[in-house]
């Protein structure tokens, strides 16, 4: 079954700090991985997404995200975490063409 | 960037009416537009997929008399939710995916609806 996990429902990090947010995915083919943030109220606005290719990829804001086929692991990375950073963060898989299944989420708290 | 323009972004209603969210893809034709629905401090729940000229594919569980969803073009997808009740307020997003190239490389999404039902 396809699948997406989020271990950390919350993540509370000093403004300045390094982050990482985890992701897991179970996925027959070929996973097409996305990162989602998403401010209180708000659509949501796409990070950074893998398709093939470097398995580390840079997104906006500062954010990467390094592909483990191994691990089956989409983690979410950034060096130095900003105030405006505290929002929801979502973890998604699809595939070439199908709908995109959603993690359940992780909210990043951002401490002075 | 691609733009998916969602509308109303709130909307307060009472139960029994109906309520009509519009999702359109501005600088770009979608041949495929999504609905999710999502709960207070929850996921992205998917309701249905549809696709431009044909009916939409609901998710299991997914009332598709309820939730009744239109893409009559390829820049505007439409979810009404008839005779809503509390249970039905919500959140609702809608993305739309652009035509040609790797589909998913193409996928946006609306800024939500916020619906409460009174």
């Known amino acids: 079954a396809q699948s997406v996990t989020q271990p950390d429902i919350h993540i509370t990090v ?6 990482e947010l985890r992701c897991n995915y179970s996925y027959g083919a070929t996973p097409y991985l996305f990162w989602y943030v998403q401010s209180p109220g708000q659509g949501l606005q796409l990070l950074l997404k893998y398709f093939s290719g470097d398995t580390l990829v840079q997104g906006i804001k500062g954010f990467e995200a390094e592909f483990k086929r191994s691990q089956s692991s989409f983690n979410l ?3 130095s975490v900003h105030w405006s950073d505290a929002a929801e963060y979502f973890c998604a ?3 070439y063409d199908d709908k995109i299944i959603f993690g ?3 909210r990043l708290h951002i401490l002075p | 960037g691609a733009v998916v323009s969602q509308h ?3 909307v307060i209603c009472k139960s029994g009416t109906s309520v009509k969210i519009e999702c359109r893809s501005l600088d770009f034709q979608a041949t495929t537009m999504f609905w999710y629905r999502q709960f207070p401090k929850q996921s992205l729940m998917l309701m249905a997929t549809s696709n431009e000229g044909s009916k939409a594919t609901y998710e299991q569980g997914v009332e598709k008399d309820k939730f009744l969803i239109n893409h009559a073009s390829l820049t505007l997808s439409t979810l009404t939710v008839t005779s809503a009740h509390p249970e039905d307020s919500s959140f609702y997003i809608c993305s739309a995916r ?7 490389e ?3 999404f609306g800024s939500g609806t916020q619906l409460s039902v009174l």
């Open chain 1, 14 to 19: 000093s403004e300045g700090a390094s982050l």
């Open chain 1, 77 to 79: 990375r950034k060096p």
């Open chain 1, 93 to 95: 898989v699809g595939a």
């Open chain 1, 104 to 106: 359940k989420g992780t």
């Open chain 2, 8 to 10: 109303p972004s709130w």
């Open chain 2, 98 to 104: 652009g035509v040609g190239g790797a589909t998913n």
């Open chain 2, 106 to 108: 193409k996928l946006f």
